[in-house]
């Protein structure tokens, strides 16, 4: 086997940039749009509605902290990549990255430039060939961006995550303050606190529920691809995804808060566009203009934080020689790894054009709960194959606590099988999902190969 040096990135990324890369990977639109199905889901109940956005959040934390492990006694660029081949070997790490390249990561950029665009033309009108304009022009500017330095990107995402999270404190405010003047909803949440199902209805709507909330809080994973440029990372690891974990689990309960006092639990259940319907219901009409700014903002900065993490998954693949080896280049100006960055950039763009192909490949993103199972679960056996060493930081509540997420990742996995199982073109999605990820077994055979000669 030939020997290589691999391509070092700089460490250039503080402890504030990880807890703001953190959160703002995770705050996209969810907050925005899905309280209200998640309280439909539960049967209008308040109490139980703030319950799951509660568990989801503990659950979440769970993850986090397994992954602070993981991170901390391996710093090294390509994250849950890395743990996934240190625990479990080189096919499945590989298949990881293939699906996070040609789907997970790509599709991602895809929908919320889309996305995007979708809430620009509620401020500005656009025509159709503007609209798929701006939508690849979004894309190459954050591309053009996080090829030109981490430090330019990161900062880009600091700011970005401090704007959203300072205008969801704002609005919710606002909301709250408004809410308890007019006084005409607030009293109708005691008496919302209940549910009038019982029994299997309730047990699983709770469970959909559980589902939908944990979806919201996807993306706190992302920071671990970056471990190979953040400063200190046996120390800012644990506390910035244990404070980032918080963070999110305050301000999701705050905003949902404000929802149901400044709308009331009726109007909040019946709405799939929950901040925008409860800024027009409190401040008027012209304050859904304010909130689709809002999500703007806020799709833009978790673009930013797709595309400043995920290509140093490719970059770790390269320098693994299970990839194209152009990849495992860092630019000698920039000091990224810009052709991994360049890559993602050009496939988001083609899946951001082919939306018929988009649509499809949205079926895939429950492949990624699978790794992120097995990204949590590869601390089993890499705490036996390392029995001995010293740990930088252990996990609290070991084995109980990477376990209860492996489960709970299982679980979103089972749900979207069994959603395709009753919907035809849910079912097509997963098929194709599954086709996507096998399409990877030709190709690491074929970079094996490579490899050894």
């Not at 009293?187 to 199902?197: D, H, K, N, R, V």
């Not at 990477?402 to 679980?411: G, R, S």
Request: proline share 5%.
């Amino acid at each position: 086997m030939p020997t290589t040096t691999k391509a070092e990135l700089t460490r250039s990324l503080r402890e504030r940039d990880l807890l703001l890369l953190f959160v703002g990977s995770v705050i996209g639109s969810g907050i925005f749009l899905t309280p209200g199905l998640i309280e439909r889901q539960v049967g209008g109940s308040v109490g139980w509605s703030l319950l799951v956005w509660l568990f989801g959040g503990v659950l979440s934390l769970l993850g986090a902290l397994t992954y602070a492990e993981l991170a901390a006694a391996n710093p090294e660029a390509g994250g849950l990549y890395c743990y996934i081949r240190d625990g479990f070997g080189r096919l499945p790490a590989f298949l990881y990255g293939w699906c996070l390249f040609l789907v997970i990561a790509s599709a991602t950029i895809a929908a919320l430039a889309h996305a995007f665009t979708t809430y620009l033309e509620e401020i500005v009108p656009l025509s159709p060939a503007g609209a798929s304009l701006v939508t690849i022009l979004m894309i190459a500017v954050v591309t053009a961006v996080n090829v030109w330095g981490t430090r330019k990107s990161s900062d880009v995402q600091n700011v970005t995550t401090i704007i959203k999270v300072g205008l969801i404190v704002v609005l919710g405010s606002v909301l709250l303050f408004l809410g308890f003047l007019k006084g005409t909803h607030a009293g109708e949440l005691p008496a919302a606190l209940g549910t009038s199902e019982s029994g299997y209805a309730l047990v699983s709507g709770i469970g959909f529920a559980m589902i939908t909330v944990l979806w919201a809080y996807e993306g706190w994973q992302f920071g671990t691809y970056s471990a190979g440029e953040v400063m200190d990372p046996q120390r800012c690891f644990p506390r910035t995804f244990l404070i980032g974990s918080l963070i999110l689990i305050g301000l999701y309960l705050f905003a949902v808060v404000a929802y149901l006092v400044a709308l009331g639990p009726a109007q909040a259940a019946a709405s799939d566009a929950i901040a925008a319907t409860a800024a027009r219901a409190v401040l008027g009409p012209w304050a859904g203009k304010l909130v689709a700014a809002m999500i703007l903002i806020s799709t833009f900065s978790s673009t930013n934080s797709v595309m400043l993490t995920a290509p140093r998954v490719f970059f770790a693949m390269a320098n693994d020689n299970l990839f194209f080896k152009k990849l495992a280049e860092v630019d000698p100006r920039f000091g990224t790894p810009a052709a991994a960055i360049l890559a993602l950039g050009a496939w988001s763009c083609v899946l951001a054009s082919a939306a018929g192909f988009a649509k499809l490949a949205s079926g895939a993103v429950f492949v990624g709960w699978i790794f992120y199972g097995l990204g949590a679960a590869s601390i089993f056996p890499i705490r036996r194959a390392n029995a001995g060493a010293p740990i930088p930081y252990r996990v609290p509540g070991y084995p109980l606590t990477p376990l209860v997420f492996v489960l709970a990742a299982l679980a979103i996995v089972g749900n979207a099988i069994y959603a395709a199982a009753k919907d035809p073109h849910e079912f097509t999605h997963l098929r194709v999902a599954i086709v996507l990820m096998l399409l990877g077994l030709p190709g690491y055979f074929f970079w094996s190969r490579v490899e050894t000669h």
